[in-house]
C-alpha cells in the first residue's frame, strides 16, 4: 500500500519555465510534509517542508502548496533553472510513540532545459 | 564539518555472500535511519537506530537483515546470504535529537549493492 503518491514520475520543463509535482497522501495523522532534492550520486537533501496548519508556504523560488481537505500537496518551483534538474520526493511523517518516521514518493527526475 | 559518511559507495557481492555496510553519522548526531531505494521507486525507511538501541525496525525484512550502532563506531546495515533482489542504493541519515515533527535528516551519498 502506497501512502504517498507522486506524480509526474518525470518531467521535462524549458529554462524560466514553472515545474509543478504533486503528492496525494492517504493517512490523516500525517502532519508533515517536506520536499527532498536529490542529484545522482548523492543522497537527498532537505528542500522545503510545510505543516498542515498552512495552505502555503515559500521559499525563495519553491513553494509549497498544501490542500488538506483533498488531501494533496505540491511543488512548485519558478523559474526553473537547468540546475534544478534533479529527482524531487514528496514525504510525509507523524509522530507516533514519540518519534517519526518518513514515508517518501516514488519520486520525480525533472529535467530543465537550457 | 563532515557530513554523513557512508562506505563503501559501491559494492558488488555474489549470491549467498553477506554484505554490510557502513554508515558514520554526522558529528554529534546519535540518530540513524537507514532507507532503501529501490530502482524507480522511492526511499522505503528500514530501521531506526540510536546509540546501541533499535527503536523501530519495522521496515526490516524480517529474515537476513540486520543493523546495529554500537556505542563506538559506525552503524552498521548487514545483509546475510544476498539475492539479486536486494540491489538497491541504501541511504543511511542521521539527526541530532530524536525525529519529531519537523526534524531534519542529513543523508549520506549512499550504498550502491549489486548481487550477480
Known amino acids: 500500500q502506497q501512502q504517498v503518491k507522486q506524480s509526474p514520475q518525470s518531467l521535462i520543463v524549458q529554462k524560466g519555465g514553472i515545474s509543478i509535482i504533486n503528492c496525494a497522501y492517504e493517512n490523516t495523522a500525517f502532519d508533515y510534509f517536506p520536499w527532498y532534492q536529490q542529484f545522482p550520486g548523492k543522497g537527498p537533501a532537505l528542500l522545503i517542508a510545510?505543516?498542515?496548519?498552512?495552505s502555503e508556504k515559500k521559499e525563495g523560488r519553491f513553494t509549497i502548496s498544501f490542500n488538506k481537505s483533498a488531501k494533496q500537496f505540491s511543488l512548485h518551483i519558478m523559474d526553473s533553472q537547468p540546475g534544478d534538474s534533479a529527482t524531487y520526493f514528496c514525504?510525509?511523517?507523524?509522530?507516533?510513540?514519540?518519534?517519526?518516521?518518513?514515508?517518501f514518493g516514488k519520486g520525480t527526475m525533472l529535467l530543465v532545459s537550457p | 564539518n563532515a557530513g554523513v559518511m557512508q562506505n563503501p559507495r559501491h559494492l558488488v557481492r555474489r549470491r549467498g555472500q553477506e554484505a554490510r555496510l557502513r554508515c558514520s553519522p554526522m558529528k554529534g548526531h546519535s540518530h540513524v535511519y537507514w532507507y532503501r531505494q529501490l530502482p524507480e521507486e522511492g526511499l522505503k525507511f528500514m530501521v531506526y537506530?540510536?546509540?546501541?538501541?533499535?527503536?523501530?525496525e519495522s521496515g526490516m525484512p524480517k529474515e537476513r537483515f540486520s543493523a546495529e550502532f554500537p556505542k563506538e563506531g559506525p552503524s552498521i546495515l548487514r545483509i546475510q546470504q544476498v539475492v539479486r533482489g536486494d540491489s538497491a542504493a541504501y541511504f543511511c541519515?542521521?539527526?541530532?535529537?530524536?525525529?519529531?515533527?519537523?526534524?531534519?535528516?542529513?543523508f549520506g551519498s549512499g550504498t550502491q549493492l549489486s548481487v550477480l
Open positions: 541519515a542521521s539527526s541530532p535529537n530524536r525525529p519529531s515533527r519537523g526534524e531534519k535528516l542529513f
Open positions: 514525504a510525509a511523517s507523524f509522530l507516533n510513540s514519540g518519534y517519526s518516521t518518513l514515508t
Open positions: 537506530l540510536q546509540k546501541e538501541n533499535i527503536i523501530d
Open positions: 510545510i505543516r498542515p496548519d498552512v
